[in-house]
């Protein structure tokens, strides 16, 4: 192969040589290119030594300082390290083996903030990063086509990272729909998983939270302790649940009323309403009045608190509260309540499993992963005991927990 006033440029994959006229700059970029697919590709492994400065010169038949630039530019991105004396040698966790994107459906991270269960993924993400796995967080506004959204360096960087093979996987925080016919979806061989509550039609793997099973528990939580009536509030009521005649079902089998007026559904904008419906729902005559709030969103907590505090509610004397909370999100203000967790901790854990697995399914070393992967509710007596032996051990030893579909 030979780089002068003309260059060749490799396909890895089917040995396709196409002569192209480049400049200097192009040529220096297409000689990374070459050798960062042949890493990829498995020709250079992790800890393989790559050929010497003199070989890359007389293979390219470029400078030595283009083949330095080229090292360094490789170094940068993760893919080779420079050992004194001995040469350069691949990384042993180059970043197309184990770095992971994270798209957040949010303008930017301060904005996590204004979602528990956003804020708690994003704690968890940062925790985790650093040895064995890497983490680049990218952020778009959920409101605008990605393809039509103005440019922000977390769209370039995602992009280029996409393009130059940067990413072992993409963990897609929201419904992968927004990103159809965009590289996010379109450029092969990544791995990707969504975390959301709904199917999609990509084909691409989904982990959930069982929210069914958060309703099962509540209710079992609330026969125990003789409640019969039970008020639900939530973000967005409809999406928990396809359908919401299963919502009723389960109440009725456990011999739980719900009433439709108990029953409220609030937006992220919304949500401060919860304070007034929280009132008037406790001034209702004592025969209207359910014995049960299920908080099905613990972005309610706040306000609904707010509301029994001005209505003069004792807690859980003449009202139980059963509260959903993302874990390890800080617990709810100082008030007798029974806690049902989603833990965050197991959602990550889970969608890093899936893209690896689903790497060993793109080289033939796997059947397909599953379609669609549900996380039960926890106690925090359960969380604790998984706290005790490793979260990242939750799915291995926990397989009756977790149902795939």
Known sequence: MVLSARITMVDIQHNQVQPVQLDARKKRRAIVDILRAEIVAGVYPPGSRLPAQT????????????????????????????????????????????????????????????????????????RRQGAPYQFSLYYYNFFEPFETVTPSPYHERLLADLAAQRLAGLILASSPEAFAHTPIITQPDIPRVALASLPNSLGIPMIKFDIDDFFRKAFVTMTAHGRRKAAIFSIHLDRH?????????????????????????????????????????????????????????????????????????????????????????????????????????????????????????????????????????????????????????????????????
């Open 241 to 405: 649940m396809a359908d919401q005649h299963t919502l009723l079902a389960l109440a009725a089998q456990h011999g739980i009323e719900v009433r439709d007026y108990w029953r409220h559904g609030f937006s992220n904008d919304t949500r401060p309403q919860a304070t007034a419906v929280t009132q008037l729902l406790m001034h209702l005559p004592d025969a209207d009045r359910p014995d049960t709030l299920i908080i099905a969103d613990d972005n309610l907590i706040d306000p609904i608190i707010a509301g029994l505090n001005a209505a003069r509610v004792r807690v859980p004397e003449e009202l139980q509260l059963i509260v959903l909370s993302n874990y390890p999100a800080p617990p709810p203000p100082s008030l007798s309540v029974q806690m049902l967790y989603f833990d965050c901790r197991a959602m990550l854990a889970t969608a890093l499993e899936s893209l690896l697995h689903q790497r060993e399914a793109l080289a033939g070393n796997a059947p397909p992963v599953p379609a669609i992967t549900a996380l039960p509710a926890f106690s925090l007596e359960e969380l604790t005991a998984i706290s005790a032996v490793g979260v990242d051990k939750l799915i291995d030893r926990n397989q009756d927990s977790t149902y795939i579909a």
């Open 55 to 126: 070989a890359l010169v007389a293979r390219f038949r470029v400078s030595g300082e283009t083949i330095q630039y080229v090292m360094t530019t490789l170094a940068d991105e993760g893919f080779v390290e420079a050992r004194r004396r001995s040469g350069t040698f691949v990384s042993m966790r180059p970043p197309h083996l184990n770095h992971y994107g994270i798209i957040f459906p949010l303008p930017n991270p301060t904005m996590a903030a204004r979602s528990r269960f956003y804020e708690t993924l994003h704690q968890e993400v940062l």
